[in-house]
């Protein structure tokens, strides 16, 4: 996702959202209450963003694309779906079977996918959609219904992971970085785990007093933590400074441990920003990667707009790659965004613009989707294989597995 300005700067919230927020407020202190006075920063972040009925992801809000919060790569063009799709086809030409796309968004890389599949004459037979989200199902409908006949008829949603394992193609675009992830302070040789406890009653932004507030609370790290922690440290090249902010997602290696059984042949593909392990936990990144996304506008605060913000943080790579090879899963490519789409011809769709007007406008989305300075280098894509031992197109002039 692609967000923009400073927490300083953040616009203040309707009467809507400062209502939804108030009634996510409350779920989090009674919940905090009734564990004592303090939540897991994970658990703080799964009420936030998946509470049934109210978490950011679970009710109804204008999310995704410049009236959201953030921007994704489908959003800012269908050169990435249809990128995607060729890539998806390689793998359906040998698998057959379906796709099957978690998290589908507004739908938009659902429509590039099948129409440019269309044109390839790879059809998948079937084509799901696995939503959490109420809303952005109903919204995933009424863009695709767009689609042709012969394409609409594929489509299915799905509530959870389908029980008889697929053959074809698992997606995941910006999903792994949504996952709640745990928060850590090292110094040096203690650790200690950021939780969520309540603040102070002040002055809410829309002026009234009173508000229930969040505040960071430290707490000793449990036994689960402390090893995840240990594991980390012993693999990186240097030691971390002290004072050392950063966060640890527990939830990867069962969260691959379902797709990986979701996966009877074919490719699991992630796309994510993110870092292999040695770089995700740099010396100098010392205050984490923890990012909110607010109307187009990234801040480092968690604690407010609770419930009508996002919150994510980078994807550590090299656990997905470690949960993966658990799970019975071979990683079959690790590259850039960039070089991901330049493999698959994303130039060439450039120059396939019908006139010179058009080969302009898909040139610009092309260059967000692949300059360094925007999508190209900070996210990445990872494949994840079982029964399928062909090279994979999209990872043909970059490969960094090495690096995982």
């Not at 697929?166 to 200690?192: M, T, Y």
């Not at 707009?305 to 899963?329: H, M, S």
Request: aromatic letters at 6%; charged letters at 20%; proline letters at 5%.
């Amino acid at each position: 996702m692609i967000p923009s300005g400073a927490h300083s700067m953040l616009p203040s919230l309707s009467p809507e959202e400062q209502r939804h927020s108030d009634a996510v407020t409350q779920l989090i202190a009674a919940e905090l209450a009734a564990a004592g006075g303090w939540l897991s920063f994970e658990r703080f972040m799964e009420l936030a963003l998946y509470a049934p009925g109210l978490g950011y992801y679970s009710a109804g809000a204008a999310k995704i694309g410049p009236g959201g919060d953030f921007t994704t790569a489908p959003e800012l063009s269908a050169l990435f779906g249809r990128c995607v799709a060729r890539q998806c086809a390689q793998v359906l030409s040998a698998t057959g079977g379906e796709i099957l796309e978690l998290g589908a968004g507004t739908g938009s890389l659902a429509a590039a996918l099948l129409t440019e599949l269309a044109a390839l004459g790879v059809l998948p037979a079937r084509y799901a959609i696995l939503e959490v989200s109420a809303d952005l199902a109903a919204r995933q409908r009424a863009r695709l219904a767009q689609l042709p006949a012969a394409l609409r008829g594929r489509m299915v949603w799905l509530q959870r992971l389908p029980e008889r394992a697929l053959h074809g193609v698992i997606l995941a675009n910006e999903i792994a970085d949504a996952l709640p992830f745990r928060r850590v302070h090292w110094d040096d040789k203690s650790l200690k785990e950021i939780g969520v406890a309540r603040g102070e009653s002040g002055e809410r932004r829309d002026g009234r007093d009173g508000a229930i507030t969040f505040c960071a609370r430290a707490a000793p790290a449990d036994a689960a933590l402390t090893r995840a922690w240990e594991e980390i440290l012993a693999g990186l090249p240097v030691p971390l400074p002290p004072d050392y902010t950063s966060e640890v997602c527990l939830r990867v290696a069962p969260w691959i441990g379902s797709l990986a059984d979701a996966l009877a042949s074919g490719v699991l593909l992630l796309c994510d920003y993110g870092l292999p392990r040695a770089q995700y936990y740099h010396p100098q990144r010392v205050s984490g990667t923890l990012r909110c996304h607010f109307r187009q506008r990234a801040h480092e605060d968690p604690h407010i707009n609770v419930g009508v913000q996002d919150i994510t943080a980078w994807v550590d790579f090299t656990r997905i790659a470690e949960a993966a090879a658990g799970a019975g899963l071979a990683v079959s490519g690790f590259a850039t965004q960039a070089a991901f789409l330049l493999a698959l011809g994303i130039e060439e769709l450039v120059a396939a613009g019908s006139d010179e007007l058009a080969r302009a406008r898909l040139a610009g989305e092309a260059q967000r989707l692949l300059l360094p300075g925007e999508m190209g280098e900070s996210f990445k894509a990872l494949a994840l294989s079982r029964g399928f031992d062909a090279p994979l197109t999209g990872f043909a002039l970059q490969d960094l597995r090495h690096s995982l």
